[in-house]
């Protein structure tokens, strides 16, 4: 009985591996781990080993391939595979200081060690989200991956480390948290002697065989490594370094291979058919889930949360709600909305136009008027706002004040915000202020140490004067375009700049707001090319209209930044199809029309969203071919991701939040500003015919939402404190500086 404990079987064609998997059997290889490298080695993997006994999976991004990555998108794949029955561990992921260059930046770089603790962080949180062990690749970086799992409390669920190198006092160290070792090529190479010590203090019931295949001939293949390393070969090499026989080495090490695989806990997961778990109740519809859509699936609800995922009606003996023929999708998350700084509107009044619109989870801006989220205080008097008049679940921005104000950023990661939102643009010097830019910098490596994503304002102050100058007290300033002639582009895209070159220097998690122009998000896949952790977003109203169709609308049109011509709305549809847009927002600031009126240059900017965001999307969509789960991957699980709440919402997934959005798309309509939730009484959507619209919506299995009518009662919805994190001194900077 043979057991190896690291392989990549995802890397043979569908031909080869039928031979591959004969000829190990024929060997004696009686049980295989399948480590995947990336999302779509991952995903093979997982499918190898759902069609085979013997065969278990393992799910991750390597570090080599961290760079790749900067950001959050690839962990809601990770996730969703991780949740497969058939996978029994998050790898091979962890840390490589000692690789040669990756995009002509060397791995010793500073940039580079952060980017790939960055990712490897994440898929720590994710291996303790599923209860998971994890197999490590470490080269030259043992320190900071010890550092980091006692950082992350990731001894809980313990691990593999494939050991290329380390050190006796490593196997002690890895070995008090629980991990085991799985011993490969090395010990076979001409200067192995250096590693047989280390390898001999591996405790015995730690101790695996790996193969590391395709690369090595026990699978039929050739190796350009210098001396054979095929199992067996291997083993019996490992037999005698231990003092072992070769039956006996294959024994244990087969026995501690079955004692690591049973460290899975049992999952719930997507299935087909019934159970015997009792649910609150079933519901029927077809299911959007992050992958596919499932027609006539079901959701089990129990206690709040996402029971279980079935392709067909279970048949439960539990209450049974019945949407056939709707979507059922995940509730949306809206991370841009202003409830608090428009006179007339407050969080009841917004989360009751969410709930209206399909929306589950808001996340709202820090810029209340006469009292911005800027200290403990004022965000203690939000959160009891949240919990005695919300509908659906909120989360909350933090800011600071426009000179000196760096003190209130710590009081405000501790209080539990989701992110911080900052501008260099200034609409008040004290609800809405442009932040001096030492204090930008200081923010920014602040928030980088606590890993808290900031959110920026990207328009630059005198960049938008030069051109206000040029346009005020000409006929020019009286022309419906004035406004957007006072905010070109070029105000946008030099304000990400600044930005986005802080975030590379500091390592801080950015995240650009209301981008309208494709230069913009560009600029932002160069900066993630280079390693930073940035992503942008867009708002509906941008893929909605072009410069024209917002000008015919009057005041009702004008937002900041403005809506572009038609041709950068094209763009921004191709961008959103490729994946470089990362979330698509509301920037909801439902002004009163007295608010709206005095020309193009003087009146409000901003318009409501909340309440059509969903219909919106879906009938702008049905025009175009972006698949479904793409689409609502973009209002749901991407935003989730970034904004550090994908733990609770986003997915239709087992253990998560039961939010839900259901729509119906047989049943077109006109949207009438009058009749909605919104208390202003206008939208520039007004009168536009829509594909579908939202028949019901449920905020963690309850019903906020059903039939045109908020059934939600105020303070129903919860706040969202986002998870803790432990922090780390910012790049550059000494700990506790």
């Not at 007295?594 to 049905?622: D, H, N, Q």
């Not at 309850?702 to 969202?720: I, M, N, T």
Request: glycine share 10%; charged share 25%.
């Amino acid at each position: 009985m043979i057991a190896d404990a690291h392989a990549h079987l995802d890397a043979f064609s569908a031909a080869e591996l039928g031979t591959v998997l004969a000829e190990a059997r024929r060997s004696g290889v009686s049980a295989m781990v399948t480590v995947g490298m990336d999302c779509p080695t991952s995903a093979r993997g997982v499918a190898i080993a759902a069609a085979e006994a013997d065969v278990h999976a393992a799910v991750g991004l390597h570090p080599w391939l961290a760079q790749d990555h900067p950001d959050d998108a690839p962990l809601a794949e990770l996730r969703a595979l991780g949740r497969s029955p058939d996978v029994v561990a998050i790898g091979e992921i962890g840390l490589d200081f000692v690789g040669n260059t990756f995009r002509d930046l060397s791995y010793r770089d500073p940039v580079i060690r952060r980017q790939q603790e960055d990712v490897f962080r994440d898929q720590l949180r994710l291996a303790n989200e599923l209860a998971l062990p994890v197999i490590l690749h470490s080269r030259g970086a043992h320190e900071a991956v010890l550092r980091i799992l006692a950082e992350e409390g990731s001894d809980r669920h313990g691990g593999c480390v494939q050991f290329f190198e380390g050190s006796e006092a490593d196997v002690s160290s890895f070995a008090e948290l629980g991990f085991m070792f799985s011993v490969g090529a090395s010990i076979t190479e001409p200067d192995c002697e250096r590693w047989l010590e280390v390898v001999r203090a591996i405790p015995a019931d730690r101790l695996l065989l790996e193969s590391d295949a395709p690369w090595l001939p026990y699978v039929g293949k050739g190796s350009d490594r210098s001396a054979p390393a095929d199992l067996a070969v291997l083993g019996p090499r490992l037999a005698r370094v231990r003092g072992l026989s070769d039956e006996d080495l294959f024994s244990l090490t087969a026995a501690n291979l079955e004692r690591f695989l049973a460290t899975t806990r049992k999952r719930a997961s997507v299935r087909v058919g019934g159970g015997e778990q009792a649910f609150d109740y079933v519901l029927r519809g077809d299911l959007v889930l992050p992958d596919r859509v499932v027609r006539g699936g079901a959701l089990g609800i129990k206690d709040e949360v996402i029971a279980a995922v079935f392709e067909r009606d279970p048949g439960s003996d539990a209450p049974t709600v019945d949407y056939s023929g709707r979507y059922v999708f995940p509730g949306l998350v809206d991370t841009h909305v202003h409830a608090g700084s428009i006179v007339g509107e407050d969080l009841g009044s917004t989360t009751a136009a969410a709930a209206a619109g399909g929306v589950t989870t808001i996340v709202d801006m820090p810029f209340d008027r006469g009292a911005p989220v800027m200290g403990a205080a004022r965000l203690g008097e939000k959160v009891t706002q949240v919990e005695e008049t919300a509908v659906v679940d909120v989360g909350l921005y933090g800011t600071m004040p426009k000179d000196g104000g760096l003190g209130v950023l710590e009081e405000l990661v501790d209080g539990g915000v989701l992110a911080f939102k900052f501008s260099l643009f200034e609409y008040d010097p004290a609800r809405f202020p442009r932040i001096r830019i030492g204090d930008l910098v200081g923010a920014f490596e602040s928030l980088s140490a606590a890993r808290i994503p900031i959110v920026l304002h990207n328009e630059l102050q005198e960049v938008t004067e030069y051109y206000v100058d040029r346009i005020v007290g000409t006929p020019a300033a009286d022309h419906p375009l004035a406004h957007s002639w006072s905010h070109p582009p070029v105000a946008e895209t030099s304000a990400s700049v600044l930005a986005l070159d802080l975030a590379y220097w500091t390592g801080a998690r950015l995240h650009l707001a209301h981008c309208t122009h494709p230069h913009t998000f560009r600029l932002i896949e160069d900066f993630r090319e280079m390693g930073a952790r940035v992503s942008g977003e867009t708002c509906v109203h941008y893929l909605a209209f072009d410069e024209a169709e917002a000008s015919a609308l009057g005041t009702l049109g004008k937002v900041n930044p403005p809506i572009r011509d038609a041709d950068s709305r094209e763009v921004l549809w191709e961008l959103l199809g490729e994946g470089a847009i990362a979330s698509i927002s509301t920037d909801h600031a439902p002004w009163p029309l007295e608010a709206k009126e005095g020309g193009s240059l003087a009146a409000a900017s901003g318009v409501p969203g909340v309440e059509t965001l969903l219909p919106v999307i879906f009938t702008l969509a049905t025009r175009r071919e972006l698949p479904l789960p793409d689409l609502i991957a973009h209002l749901t699980s991407r935003p989730a991701e970034i904004f550090g709440i994908a733990d609770r919402k986003g997915r239709l997934e087992v253990g998560l939040d039961a939010d839900l959005a259901v729509f119906d798309p047989r049943s077109p309509w006109t949207f009438r500003a009058a009749e909605a939730e919104s208390r202003v009484g206008w939208s520039p959507f007004d009168g536009v015919e829509l594909a579908g619209r939202v028949e019901a919506t449920y905020v963690r299995g309850r019903l906020a939402y059903r039939d045109g009518e908020v059934v939600g009662e105020p303070g129903s919805g919860r706040w969202l404190r986002r998870a803790a994190r432990p922090r780390q001194a910012a790049p550059g900077v000494p700990a506790g500086a």
